[in-house]
């Protein structure tokens, strides 16, 4: 089967429509990626559908209509990029268009949230199925994470058709506290690459970069504290950074909880916070 075959809108629309047909219940889903840009006319064609879904029954019903329409799992690799997007389930039909359908968390990376989800809009909407695009901002950072060469590309075309690059911050933030990783640094780099490569410079690019390097640090202290490194001045020698630098990291993680501070000896020192 010939995996570089591209489908246009219309044939989407078409495979909703008996999608729809098939469910026996009302279902909802999220669309993302290339299909959701089709949807928005930044696209012509793609090779698949991202699909996401916010509960376990909603995902069951969905993977087993798509099995009573024809589609089934593919034969063989699905090749490496997109094996890395680690979908819940992929399904293709004899046409070679595929579903990749990912529950609640996307290419294990982010999560399906509440300001996600305000922020999509009605793709097609019967009684068995709801089908919602997210917006373009989270499509931008959701293709910031994924680490393809090929999704800068549409990074640099969702930018030019105009974005809020507020909401892209904010999401970022949320989804960085929600999961724990330095999802800033991802969109950083995507962000460098953008301006450099695309010659298209975002407004948000020096903030989310900071806030990188501050995260990444806090990681660093975190680490270190746990291991015995206690003070500022063995902190800011161990690093090689100032020890102003470190005492900026110091008092963020303490005001978030993640640090303690025993003051009792002229040289303060630090452990991390019991969590019971």
Same mark, same amino acid.
């Given at each position: 089967?010939?995996?570089?075959?591209?489908?246009?809108?219309?044939?989407?629309?078409?495979?909703?429509?008996?999608?729809?047909?098939?469910?026996?219940?009302?279902?909802?889903?999220?669309?993302?990626?290339?299909?959701?840009?089709?949807?928005?006319?930044?696209?012509? +064609? &793609?090779?698949?559908?991202?699909?996401?879904?916010?509960?376990?029954?909603?995902?069951?019903? %969905?993977?087993?209509?798509?099995?009573?329409?024809?589609? @089934?799992?593919?034969?063989?690799?699905?090749?490496?990029?997109?094996?890395?997007?680690?979908?819940?389930?992929?399904?293709?039909? &004899?046409?070679?268009?595929?579903?990749?359908?990912?529950?609640?968390?996307?290419?294990?990376?982010?999560?399906?949230?509440?300001?996600?989800?305000?922020?999509?809009?009605?793709?097609?909407?019967?009684?068995?199925?709801?089908? @919602?695009? %997210?917006?373009?901002?989270?499509?931008?950072? %959701?293709?910031?994470?994924?680490? @393809?060469?090929?999704?800068?590309?549409?990074?640099?075309?969702?930018?030019?058709?105009?974005?809020?690059?507020?909401?892209?911050?904010?999401?970022?933030?949320?989804?960085?506290?929600?999961?724990?990783?330095?999802?800033?640094?991802?969109?950083?780099?995507?962000?460098?690459? %953008?301006?450099?490569?695309?010659?298209?410079?975002?407004?948000?690019?020096?903030?989310?970069?900071?806030?990188?390097?501050?995260?990444?640090?806090?990681?660093?202290?975190?680490?270190?504290?746990? +291991?015995?490194?206690? &003070?500022?001045?063995?902190?800011?020698?161990? +690093?090689?950074?100032?020890?102003?630098?470190?005492?900026?990291?110091?008092?963020?993680?303490?005001?978030?909880?993640?640090?303690?501070?025993?003051?009792?000896?002229?040289?303060?020192?630090?452990?991390?916070?019991?969590?019971?």
């Amino acid at each position: 089967m010939i995996r570089s075959q591209k489908f246009n809108k219309r044939y989407i629309e078409n495979e909703l429509e008996k999608l729809g047909a098939a469910l026996p219940k009302r279902t909802r889903v999220f669309v993302t990626g290339g299909a959701a840009m089709e949807f928005y006319g930044l696209k012509e +064609a &793609t090779k698949d559908i991202d699909i996401v879904v916010g509960k376990r029954t909603d995902f069951r019903r %969905l993977v087993s209509a798509l099995l009573k329409l024809g589609y @089934r799992r593919p034969k063989g690799s699905v090749g490496a990029k997109y094996a890395k997007m680690k979908a819940s389930a992929i399904l293709e039909n &004899t046409d070679g268009f595929r579903w990749d359908v990912f529950e609640c968390v996307i290419a294990r990376k982010l999560s399906l949230s509440q300001g996600m989800i305000d922020r999509s809009h009605v793709l097609y909407n019967t009684p068995t199925l709801h089908v @919602r695009s %997210l917006s373009k901002e989270d499509i931008f950072l %959701l293709k910031s994470v994924t680490g @393809r060469d090929l999704d800068l590309e549409d990074m640099s075309i969702i930018a030019e058709s105009g974005v809020n690059w507020n909401q892209v911050k904010i999401e970022c933030h949320a989804q960085a506290s929600r999961t724990g990783g330095i999802w800033e640094d991802a969109l950083c780099e995507k962000l460098i690459d %953008l301006r450099e490569r695309m010659k298209i410079a975002a407004p948000i690019e020096k903030s989310i970069c900071q806030i990188a390097d501050q995260r990444i640090l806090e990681n660093w202290v975190m680490r270190k504290v746990g +291991a015995g490194i206690n &003070t500022v001045t063995d902190l800011a020698r161990d +690093a090689a950074e100032p020890e102003s630098v470190i005492r900026k990291a110091i008092s963020r993680l303490i005001r978030r909880g993640d640090l303690t501070v025993d003051r009792s000896k002229k040289m303060h020192r630090f452990r991390p916070t019991e969590r019971h």
